[in-house]
């Protein structure tokens, strides 16, 4: 599976974006999504989760209630609607995918897409 974000850009504090995850290849349904981020400096962290079906969603608390993530699988693409945006989700966004469970641990994902930039201005 290769991924591919993007949807991201310059904002202002308190702005929306909705970043998407196209995957290539006929296997996407079977595998759960996840979206981290990695801020200047910083480790890469983890910000929320989909299952391969949809009905199952993880979020860190820091974007609870502001953050939502979907999935298309027939356009084999997954989304995060960022809402109520704070300077501190300033990061490169990275999508991410694997076919066992659900998890938070960015180093159990099998595949990665390229990352694209938040900013959040104040």
């Known amino acids: 599976v290769q991924l591919q974000a993007s949807g991201g850009g310059l904002v202002q504090a308190g702005g929306s974006l909705r970043l998407s995850c196209a995957a290539s290849?006929?296997?996407?349904?079977?595998?759960?999504m996840g979206w981290f981020r990695q801020a200047p400096g910083k480790e890469r962290e983890f910000v929320a989760a989909?299952?391969?079906?949809?009905?199952?969603?993880d979020y860190a608390d820091s974007v609870k209630g502001r953050f939502t993530i979907s999935r298309d699988n027939d356009k084999n693409t997954v989304f995060l609607q960022m809402n109520s945006l704070r300077p501190e989700d300033t990061a490169v966004y990275y999508c991410?995918?694997?076919?066992?469970?659900?998890?938070?641990?960015?180093?159990?994902?099998?595949?990665w897409g390229q990352g694209t930039l938040v900013t959040v201005s104040s």
């Open positions: 991410a995918g694997r076919s066992a469970v659900v998890t938070r641990r960015f180093s159990e994902y099998d595949y």
């Open positions: 290849g006929r296997t996407f349904s079977r595998y759960n």
């Open positions: 989909i299952s391969w079906s949809g009905r199952s969603t």
